[in-house]
């Protein structure tokens, strides 16, 4: 199940459906709406197994509003995107179906702190009007930045009234969108620090002094047959440009770091996490330092 379908399977009133072209809105609930839910009661049950006892923060990924919207298709249309009052109804809907879906996070795993990760690898295209239309041929209209920090901020909302206890938006490469990101009320911003450059970093800076937690995708650690994984070289990915910026080394404690895209498999995943838990020893070392 893909992230697409996982996150329109938590729309509330708004049923979806598989197409020819992809995940659309659908005029009832039907077998493919069915499925989806079915896979992911089945995996909140396996949560619920694997995390007997576990208490402390327990992320939850979704899509965010403007990414769901420029994947979904109307029932008969182009994209979400492409309707102004749609986006503003798919906005609402997934906040209600975030709402319901913490409470059940909350009842399976009674010592969470659920923290939502909205995935937002298309807003930066959102906010130019690059995202194409159905056809091909044209973009869908730019979408505001104050438009994109009120969608934002109010699913944040409706997160923290069910008892997220936190919200953060994952841009990926997208760092354009960060200035919109700092707008939109939410407590930090993720970004694959190996892809940006000194202009990007310099944004960086910017919302950390705005007070926004930086989650750090790091690259894939480099590995040789003598040395073995070069973990510091993976930690330095972060660390040079951070310091090179300005940024305060003690603000280091703040930042999250996380492994940058899918893992194919189970133990590529675990190997990546791995690799990442001893890339946040080195970081820890310099900030304190």
Do not use: N
Not at 88 to 111: D, F, K, M, N, W
Not at 169 to 184: E, F
């Amino acid at each position: 199940m893909d992230a697409t379908a996982r996150t329109a399977g938590l729309l509330v009133d708004l049923p979806v459906e598989l197409g020819v072209h992809g995940w659309k809105l659908a005029d009832h609930p039907g077998q493919d709406l069915a499925r989806v839910r079915s896979l992911a009661g089945q995996e909140l049950d396996a949560l619920a197994v694997a995390a007997l006892g576990y208490a402390g923060p327990l992320v939850m990924p979704v899509h965010g509003p403007l990414t769901l919207a420029g994947s979904l298709y109307l029932a008969r249309g182009d994209r979400v995107l492409s309707d102004v009052g749609a986006v503003r109804e798919l906005t609402e809907s997934l906040g209600a179906g975030l709402a319901e879906e913490i409470g059940r996070l909350r009842v399976a795993v009674p010592g969470a702190e659920p923290l939502v990760l909205l995935h937002e690898p298309m807003l930066a295209a959102v906010l130019v009007g690059a995202v194409p239309t159905f056809s091909g041929y044209s973009a869908i209209r730019p979408v505001p930045g104050p438009v994109v920090a009120e969608r934002l901020r109010a699913l944040a909302d409706a997160a923290r009234g069910a008892g997220a206890s936190g919200i953060v938006v994952h841009l990926g490469d997208a760092w354009a969108a960060l200035p919109v990101v700092a707008r939109a009320g939410v407590d930090g911003v993720g970004l694959a620090v190996g892809t940006l450059d000194e202009r990007a970093w310099e944004r960086v800076a910017e919302a950390v002094e705005a007070d926004l937690r930086v989650w750090a995708a790091l690259p894939p650690v480099a590995s040789s047959q003598c040395a073995g994984p070069d973990v510091r070289g993976q930690a330095e990915t972060l660390l040079r440009p951070w310091g090179r910026v300005g940024l305060p080394v003690a603000r280091l404690t703040d930042v999250v770091l996380v492994p940058a895209g899918a893992s194919p498999s189970p133990d590529a995943a675990r190997r990546a996490l791995a690799d990442v838990v001893r890339a946040a020893e080195v970081v820890a070392e310099r900030a304190a330092g």
